[in-house]
């Protein structure tokens, strides 16, 4: 069995956030949002899938993914799914389908507002399509149309991602919600040019075991571990782990994989909703110098490649010079309870491995900027001026909003010693939504910074985070709630003390490559891969040689690489280097869209999403045994909970909300929470109460405090479902 016809068989995938709005059409709103019309009551009800799953096949450093979703409408007339979700940046999305009934639709790339139009003009003649945009490169929409009552669709979205290598371990991250982004610069705009709203995402209370995910692993690299530092998996080998992989469909009875699988992971059944990110880490056993390679053939024949240089740590031995630090530290309400204090405590680590004869800027920021030293000029990092640093980080709190391009525009005017190398390190979960502005400063400024980000959280906008780097020219360093802060710093300190390579440039020895792709960043630092796609003709191993400059002096890498394309398990590098090529077109226009139309060719040509384009899926084939979405989502083992019809009448009266409902129904639990998923109150009534049919709420939270004006989420469990909806509370009224 090969990876390409594992990737096929049903899978995963992410949560889905749900947004914030009650009472107003879904068309009649700008902006993506998450939910479905009622169209008896029209008002907005708050959904997430039924069920999901997430399978990946992890080989030569790349992760290729399949997400499964099932969603119901659960009215009594046809709606509209209209849902908002993550995906990790840097995956290639590639193909989406989606089964309704008998019928399979297979979608296709076309320009953004044709596919638009086409979905629009089939949903108001009642029939069925589905339509997937990027809202930004880690943000997608899709819509179902003209879902029946009662109906089910089934969604599969492909896509395909490198994995990140640090010091000699592959990391794949995987996000599960969607944090609640700071409403920064103007109005807060998505690539499309449109509003960004909060999004709703399904609470931690929420029923754990319809969410899968599932991990084969197949590596020319042998592994000393293979672990998650943010859920509860199964690990072991194939043979080990194979009962689990057949009751969750990921591998047939009778399947004889044809790679060489050396591990297999599973997100163990949980109680709870895994609403964080899922990060999977596969630690190689020996840190040799080498390299992996991926080739694939086009359906042209054309050749690709995508090549990781792992250089030895040797090539970097150096001493550093004195160094003109600067610290940025996001204290911005996001960053409440842990992340401030892994932030405080990176920050205080940095700070002790300076010498006097650096230099030292410490600012905080949320609605304003804060100078420790009570203005912008660089100190000395002397003994009483890093106590001074220390007290100041020491005393922040949480306060404000995000205005994150306010503080880089800051950090930037500091002036500049021309004796010493000026970084930048930027403590911050990066949930913005002026991404591009803050990106675009960094990239245009004359000075080229160098940018080092620091993200603390379980739910990171690593997209942000890692453009950032890439354009400064750094490097990010993502910090989990289980991870030891100061086992992080020190790697990154070690990069940052070790003589970086510059003036890049790379000789494949006589093969013939073309449209070859090099990193964005102009430095490569200790324990970090040099990656590089492109095209090429010819076979054969070649002598591929790196040249740099180290500290001003000539140094060289060179590695001895195959490239002849004996399989087509890299099926998905063409689709990687079209990814990339779409993202360095993206950067080098800033925020404005003169290369709309290279992106659109590069998207159509390669069936690559992108911001310009969108999945469509309106051509019906019927259904077989062999292209079942559906049949590869039944016999899993979990107990789906059944979805049901809107059962009850929610009406606000004065400062009371009434929940009202009707025979048999009883009522098991009642939450409300607030739009980002957090429980607010918790009801549960006696066997009586249950079936009374009315349920009274006097606008107070758990604590007896009264909840101030605004929208929360309603959650109703009866012992054939649950619904969420959408209301808005506001007692003056």
């Known amino acids: 069995m090969s990876a390409k016809s594992l990737i096929r068989l049903p899978l995963l995938v992410a949560a889905l956030a749900l947004s914030a709005f009650s009472q107003i059409p879904l068309d009649s709103l700008h902006g993506p949002l998450c939910g479905m019309i009622d169209p008896d009551s029209k008002l907005q009800v708050a959904i997430s899938p039924a069920f999901t799953r997430v399978n990946v096949v992890v080989t030569d450093a790349i992760a290729q993914i399949v997400v499964s ?165 199964d690990v072991g080998a194939l043979a080990d782990m194979r009962k689990g992989l057949e009751d969750r469909l990921v591998l047939g009875h009778d399947d004889k994989p044809g790679l060489s699988f050396t591990s297999a992971v599973m997100l163990k059944t949980q109680a709870t909703y895994p609403n964080r990110d899922f990060v999977l880490r596969m630690k190689r056993a020996a840190s040799a110098p080498d390299f992996s390679v991926a080739l694939a053939a086009d359906a042209k024949e054309q050749r690709f490649f995508m090549l990781n240089l792992y250089p030895d740590a040797g090539l970097f031995a150096g001493k550093r010079g004195d160094m003109d630090l600067v610290l940025l530290v996001d204290v911005s309400g996001s960053q409440t309870g842990w992340p401030l204090e892994r932030e405080k405590e990176i920050a205080l680590n940095i700070l002790s491995r300076l010498t006097p004869a650096d230099n030292i800027s410490v600012l905080s920021f949320s609605d304003a900027v804060n100078y420790a030293f009570g203005s912008n000029a660089p100190v000395p990092a002397t003994a009483a001026n890093l106590a001074r640093a220390e007290t100041f980080i020491r005393g922040l709190s949480i306060q404000g909003g995000t205005q994150l391009l306010n503080a880089v525009n800051a950090s930037l005017a500091l002036p500049v010693s021309a004796e010493k190398q000026r970084y930048y390190v930027f403590l911050t979960d990066g949930f913005i939504t002026d991404e591009s502005a803050i990106v675009g400063a960094i990239a245009a400024h004359p000075s080229h910074p160098t940018i080092l980000t620091f993200g603390a959280g379980d739910n990171l906008n690593r997209y942000f985070l890692e453009e950032c780097a890439k354009v400064g020219n750094g490097f990010a360093t993502p910090v989990l709630s289980g991870d030891a802060a100061g086992a992080l710093v020190d790697a990154a300190w070690g990069r940052i003390e070790s003589p970086q390579l510059e003036g890049i440039s790379v000789d494949f020895g006589g093969l013939d490559t073309s449209a070859v792709l090099l990193p964005v960043s102009a430095r490569l630092y ?70 709309k139309a290279a992106i659109v060719k590069v998207s159509e040509d390669y069936q690559v999403l992108s911001q310009y384009t969108a999945f469509l899926a309106s051509e019906a084939q019927l259904v077989g045994d062999g292209n079942s979405i559906a049949g590869g989502m039944q016999a899993t083992g979990i107990q789906e909970a059944p979805m049901t019809m809107l059962f009850y009448d929610l009406t606000l009266r004065g400062s009371l909300l009434f929940l009202d409902w009707k025979a048999p129904v009883e009522v098991e639990c009642i939450r409300i929470y607030d739009l980002h998923g957090k429980v607010l109150f918790t009801y549960r009534p006696g066997a009586r109460s249950a079936a009374m049919g009315r349920w009274i709420w006097d606008g107070k939270d758990g604590n007896g405090a009264l909840l101030g004006r605004g929208r929360y989420v309603i959650s109703v469990q009866t012992r054939s479902g649950m619904r969420n909806q959408v209301f808005v509370w506001n007692p003056a009224h």
């Not at 989606?98 to 076309?110: H, K, N």
């Not at 890299?570 to 090529?581: C, F, S, Y």
Request: hydrophobic share 40%; aromatic share 10%.
């Open 526 to 595: 200790r324990g970090l891969p040099y990656r590089i796609s492109g095209m090429f003709s010819g076979q054969g191993t070649h002598t591929v040689t790196l040249s740099a400059r180290k500290q001003g002096a000539p140094v060289t890498l060179t590695r001895s690489v195959d490239f002849t394309v004996r399989d087509n398990l890299g099926w998905a590098v063409p689709k990687l280097w079209a990814r990339e090529k779409i993202g360095q077109l993206s950067l080098a226009q800033g925020t404005g869209s003169a290369n």
């Open 69 to 233: 979703q099932k969603f119901v409408n659960p009215f009594r007339a046809k709606s509209e799914a209209v849902y908002l979700f993550p995906l990790p940046d840097q995956g290639a999305v590639h193909g989406m389908k989606y089964q309704y009934r008998d019928s399979l639709y297979v979608a296709r790339i076309l320009e953004r507002e044709a596919a638009q139009a086409k979905y629009d003009s089939i949903k108001q003649a009642g029939g069925q399509a589905a339509l997937l945009l990027q809202e930004r490169p880690n943000i997608f929409m899709q819509r179902i149309a003209s879902m029946g009552p009662g109906d089910s669709a089934f969604v599969e979205i492909r896509l395909s991602m490198p994995l990140k290598f640090v010091d000699g371990e592959l990391e794949l991250a995987f996000p599960t919600r969607i944090g609640p982004r700071f409403q920064s610069g103007p109005a807060g705009k998505t690539s499309a040019g449109k509003a960004l709203a909060s999004p709703w995402n399904p609470p931690e209370d929420r029923s754990g075991p319809q969410f899968q995910f599932n991990v084969l692993i197949e590596s020319g690299m042998e592994l000393a571990s293979v672990y998650s530092p943010t859920h509860p998996v």
